[in-house]
């Protein structure tokens, strides 16, 4: 390859990447108008004492709420569980807002508390397409965002090391990961999560208060 045509695509590789900031905008303006959902999926993990089940209820602003069907139940906000029948939380328990958030604020709150450095952002390969890669593809802490779609298709971290959203699909309006696995190291996921139903729901602040974590018996931490 000659030195020209090294820096010609050097300068269209450069073209396609934008700042974190801007990615975290387009983000926030394209989930302006999605409200609280509510996800059932079917729970498989290496864990033994797991449940076969999970319910999902997530809102965009206030945080979410789990349910595992018998009795165990937690609420997380801004990246950690807030209250729970089991702490700390197990590591099956996915945290699912940044496929929600829609306050350019907290989403960027959410970010900085993953340790997830704005000011760098670079591009991967993330399946078909190309990902933006906040925080940078060497580094400990990334979100992969489908630049396409402006779909989350990644979250590295340190619990769980890994968070990865594959098959994105229609739930009847709402499009949303129909595979989620969790993984605390390289290899096989420790959990999957396989997505039966994404609905609409009303949440509200009452919805996602300790009293629900109490009503199971539970003692928010």
């Given at each position: 390859?000659?030195?020209?045509?090294g820096r010609a695509?050097?300068?269209?590789?450069?073209?396609?990447?934008?700042?974190?900031?801007?990615?975290?905008?387009l983000l926030a303006?394209?989930?302006?108008?999605?409200?609280?959902?509510?996800?059932?999926?079917?729970?498989?993990?290496?864990?033994?004492?797991?449940?076969?089940?999970?319910?999902?209820e997530l809102h965009?602003?206030?945080?979410?709420?789990?349910?595992?069907?018998?009795?165990?139940?937690?609420?997380?906000?801004?990246?950690?569980?807030?209250?729970?029948?089991?702490?700390?939380?197990?590591?099956?328990?996915?945290?699912?807002?940044?496929?929600?958030?829609?306050?350019?604020?907290?989403?960027?709150?959410?970010?900085?508390?993953?340790?997830?450095?704005?000011?760098?952002?670079?591009?991967?390969?993330?399946?078909?397409?190309?990902?933006?890669?906040?925080?940078?593809?060497?580094?400990?802490?990334?979100?992969?965002?489908?630049?396409?779609?402006?779909?989350?298709?990644?979250?590295?971290?340190?619990?769980?090391?890994?968070?990865?959203?594959?098959?994105?699909?229609?739930?009847?309006?709402?499009?949303?990961?129909?595979?989620?696995?969790?993984?605390?190291?390289?290899?096989?996921?420790?959990?999957?999560?396989?997505?039966?139903?994404?609905?609409?729901?009303?949440?509200?602040?009452?919805?996602?208060?300790?009293?629900?974590?109490?009503?199971?018996?539970?003692?928010?931490?």
């Amino acid at each position: 390859m000659s030195p020209a045509l090294g820096r010609a695509l050097a300068l269209v590789w450069l073209a396609f990447v934008v700042s974190g900031e801007r990615v975290v905008g387009l983000l926030a303006e394209s989930r302006a108008k999605s409200g609280p959902l509510r996800v059932e999926a079917k729970l498989t993990a290496r864990d033994s004492g797991a449940p076969e089940t999970l319910v999902i209820e997530l809102h965009p602003d206030l945080g979410a709420r789990v349910s595992d069907g018998r009795g165990g139940r937690w609420l997380i906000a801004h990246g950690r569980t807030v209250a729970g029948t089991q702490t700390p939380a197990p590591a099956w328990l996915p945290d699912l807002e940044p496929l929600v958030l829609k306050q350019e604020g907290e989403l960027k709150s959410w970010l900085a508390g993953e340790g997830i450095d704005l000011g760098k952002n670079e591009l991967a390969r993330c399946g078909d397409g190309d990902c933006w890669v906040l925080g940078g593809r060497q580094a400990t802490a990334q979100l992969w965002v489908e630049k396409g779609a402006l779909e989350v298709r990644r979250v590295v971290g340190s619990h769980p090391a890994r968070l990865e959203f594959a098959d994105w699909r229609e739930f009847g309006k709402v499009r949303f990961p129909g595979r989620i696995e969790i993984a605390e190291a390289a290899g096989p996921p420790a959990a999957t999560l396989t997505v039966q139903t994404v609905t609409q729901i009303a949440l509200s602040a009452d919805d996602l208060s300790p009293a629900w974590v109490q009503a199971a018996g539970a003692k928010p931490r």
